[in-house]
């Protein structure tokens, strides 16, 4: 398997602009993360799928962000409009439901908001 | 709210030592524990992941602790090597509720000399 694939790998776009991050999971996979890392506030849950179905968007940091799973072998984090303050690291993960658990990270994607 | 503390920050070693990296959490109701490695510029690979019925895991070189009781976990690297050199991250899963998420430290960057 591939594992979690993210694109893209790096973005760099100007304040108000519209970003729109991608994440595949691990086929069979029922569990899926979207994460935030910085060095401030290190790494933050924004928002979890579960069966495609959002469980907890307590994370999500205001209205600008939103997530969406249409199907099991894709989600999409889109943040518009984009602001500088939130440049990161974004990490999709994924996991199996039950089981151990494990949770498996993509490669993330570096955002650069100017 | 669980809070997860991983104290140093930093720790720099020379090759061959034995070392013991700290993570401590606020909330005993946990479900399971895990470290991570996170290499610069890269996703997060999952090391070790202790369930909370367990007292340690251990895999090669690395061996993970448990007491749930004082809410603390370690992992013990033996045998140093400069390729362990990475940031190393504790994460704790809640025990109650259906939610997934984990709750991260905000981990121990590790350098080891050669």
């Known amino acids: 398997d591939a594992g979690v694939i993210q694109s893209p790998r790096h973005e760099v776009t100007e304040m108000g602009q519209e970003v729109t991050l991608r994440c595949k999971p691990i086929s069979g996979h029922n569990s899926l993360f979207w994460y935030r890392q910085t060095m401030m506030r290190g790494l933050e849950l924004l928002i979890y799928?579960?069966?495609?179905?959002?469980?907890?968007d307590s994370g999500m940091p205001e209205d600008r962000f939103s997530a969406k799973m249409p199907n099991a072998s894709f989600s999409t984090l889109k943040i518009q409009p984009s602001e500088p303050r939130d440049s990161a690291v974004y990490f999709c993960?994924?996991?199996?439901?039950?089981?151990?658990?494990?949770?498996?990270f993509g490669p993330g994607t570096r955002l650069t908001v100017l | 709210k669980q809070e997860v503390t991983q104290i140093p920050a930093a720790l720099s070693v020379p090759e061959g030592e034995n070392l013991v990296l700290n993570c401590s959490f606020t909330?005993?109701?946990?479900?399971?524990l895990q470290w991570f490695r996170q290499d610069p510029g890269k996703g997060l690979t999952s090391l070790l992941l202790i369930q909370s019925s367990q007292r340690e895991q251990t895999s090669g070189r690395l061996n993970a602790s448990l007491d749930k009781s004082s809410g603390r976990s370690t992992l013990y690297i033996a045998a140093s090597q400069p390729g362990d050199s990475a940031t190393y991250l504790c994460?704790?899963?809640?025990?109650?509720?259906?939610?997934?998420?984990?709750?991260f430290g905000s981990g121990t960057q590790l350098t080891v000399l050669p």
């Open positions: 909330d005993s109701a946990i479900y399971n």
């Open positions: 993960a994924s996991s199996r439901v039950g089981g151990q658990d494990t949770q498996y």
């Open positions: 799928f579960n069966n495609n179905v959002p469980i907890d």
């Open positions: 994460a704790v899963r809640p025990l109650s509720g259906s939610a997934r998420q984990l709750t």
